[in-house]
């Protein structure tokens, strides 16, 4: 089946600790997008990559680094430095350039710093 | 900067009724698209129906159909028939069709359908 996947499902961060969460896909698609989730607000950009080996931040870029290495994979890294990282972080992919430009979203990852 | 509005924090309605849901949007561009995305309880996006600005047809997919009026940046979702499955977080999104193509998400709209 074709679809994205993001694990950890649910993770759980010490303070002063960096983790990574995964976002793979296997839809040949060429752009992938990391979101926030906060409760009571809509889905905030938070780095994105058009291409393999290139990507830029989003709205709310602190405290998150990434890389695209792989076409299918799209690792996000929250580190130490992101004051509030406790939310629901959602990965989505588009298939490129001169297509339907929809996103679709994988499932999640709830990230809770204890 | 573009701007997504959902007025609407939450919504019922019974089973096998009609609901609408409104977003509004703030844009200086032409060439956009709309969508409506649904976050059941699993909270998977799930995409619900798209517009693109440059057709003068509203979308319709099965029992989900949009208003989409252009000059006064409206975009509502109508949901015919309602069922227990329709109950969910409902987003409104905007993109412009560019080189960053992301979206941009208004706040939700919390769908309860009653048996």
């Known amino acids: 089946d074709g679809g994205i996947t993001q694990s950890p499902k649910y993770l759980f961060r010490k303070e002063g600790q960096n983790v990574t969460l995964s976002c793979e896909q296997n839809l040949n698609h060429d752009a992938m997008y990391w979101y926030r989730q906060d409760p009571g607000q809509g889905l905030r950009l938070i780095y994105y990559?058009?291409?393999?080996?290139?990507?830029q931040k989003g709205d709310i870029a602190e405290g998150y680094s990434v890389s695209r290495e792989k076409k299918e994979s799209f690792p996000l890294t929250v580190t130490s430095a992101q004051k509030n990282p406790t939310a629901f972080y959602l990965c989505a992919s588009r298939l490129g350039p001169g297509t339907t430009d929809t996103q679709y979203f994988g499932p999640g990852t709830r990230l809770t710093v204890l | 900067a573009q701007t997504v509005t959902q007025s609407q924090p939450e919504m019922s309605v019974q089973e096998a009724e009609t609901v609408t849901l409104s977003c509004t949007y703030d844009?200086?561009?032409?060439?956009?698209?709309l969508f409506w995305y649904k976050q059941p309880p699993s909270r998977q996006m799930i995409l619900v129906i798209r517009?693109?600005?440059?057709?003068?047809q509203n979308a319709t997919e099965n029992r989900f159909s949009v208003n989409f009026q252009k000059a006064a940046k409206s975009f509502s979702l109508k949901i015919s028939d309602s069922q227990l499955g329709d109950t969910a977080m409902y987003f409104c999104a905007f993109m412009n069709r560019g080189a960053t193509n992301k979206l941009i998400f208004g706040t939700g709209t919390l769908l309860a359908v009653q048996p």
């Open positions: 990559s058009q291409i393999v080996n290139d990507f």
């Open positions: 844009t200086s561009e032409s060439n956009y698209y």
């Open positions: 517009q693109e600005a440059y057709k003068q």
